[in-house]
């Protein structure tokens, strides 16, 4: 694979060019950049490993959030050895519940760990979906979340951090004139309503309800989980152009 990457970044691009010359709408040329940066990292472990011990650093006091212990001496930029985690994947609920673990209180943890990547030490992981975030149970109901997967991670300027966190302030107040702030500092002024919708998963009119009290209500609704995903699916077809538009756009510390 790493003999034949640069062939393949050099195809890829071509491809993303020239579909962008033939379909000027579906512009994707911003995917060019984000490929040349995160394609060499995953084809090195040495950087893999680097990030890992990094998380496990930084995150040595927390209670719950953790990474593999990395042998660091067996590891070269084709082989990565590390802990084997025994566990399963955070998004088994059911396995969840019969080892004793509140859900509500693997999501606060969670969002505690990411938010502190992304707003304080400006440090996030690149992909964490479900298969790289494991529960690893411990005794009497105690669990630990391991971070699985740290071959790409973003690294996040003070500037980004202030005025992500600036728009998130903004959705929570419901202060459209500090979002829009927010958005111009980001990149997407003239979007900052598709944008704020993408974030939070919710339409720009329910985040924005003055008659909802409830944070939570205002950022997920009522709808029952197909629903929000019939939802999701049809507003992307509706908005794709808008939402093409906010990536190539956005600062791409974010992406």
């Not at 209500?217 to 629903?227: E, H, L, N, Q």
């Amino acid at each position: 694979l790493r003999e034949s990457l640069r062939a393949d970044i050099y195809m890829v691009g071509l491809a993303i060019r020239l579909l962008n010359r033939l379909s000027p709408d579906y512009n994707y040329t911003w995917l060019i950049d984000d490929i040349n940066y995160a394609l060499p990292q995953e084809m090195d472990f040495r950087i893999e490993a680097s990030n890992c011990l990094e998380i496990a650093r930084l995150f040595r006091d927390d209670p719950v959030v953790r990474s593999p212990e990395v042998y660091e001496s067996l590891c070269t930029s084709r082989v990565l050895v590390m802990e084997m985690i025994q566990g399963y994947s955070i998004e088994d609920t059911q396995r969840l519940r019969s080892d004793g673990v509140k859900l509500r209180d693997v999501a606060k943890n969670l969002s505690r760990a990411f938010n502190k990547m992304i707003f304080e030490i400006g440090f996030v992981h690149g992909d964490p979906h479900p298969g790289n975030v494991f529960i690893e149970p411990r005794a009497k109901g105690g669990y630990k979340i391991v971070l699985l997967d740290h071959g790409i991670y973003r690294h996040m300027s003070e500037e980004t951090k202030k005025a992500y966190a600036a728009l998130w302030t903004g959705i929570v107040i419901r202060d459209e004139p500090k979002i829009i702030e927010a958005c111009s500092r980001l990149g997407v002024q003239d979007l900052y309503r598709v944008f704020s919708s993408m974030i939070t998963n919710q339409d720009y009119h329910v985040v924005m309800d003055s008659s909802q009290g409830d944070l939570i209500k205002r950022m997920y609704g009522s709808k029952s989980a197909s629903d929000l995903n019939e939802l999701r699916r049809r507003k992307a077809e509706q908005y794709k152009f808008h939402i093409l538009r906010c990536l190539q756009s956005v600062n791409k510390e974010l992406l």
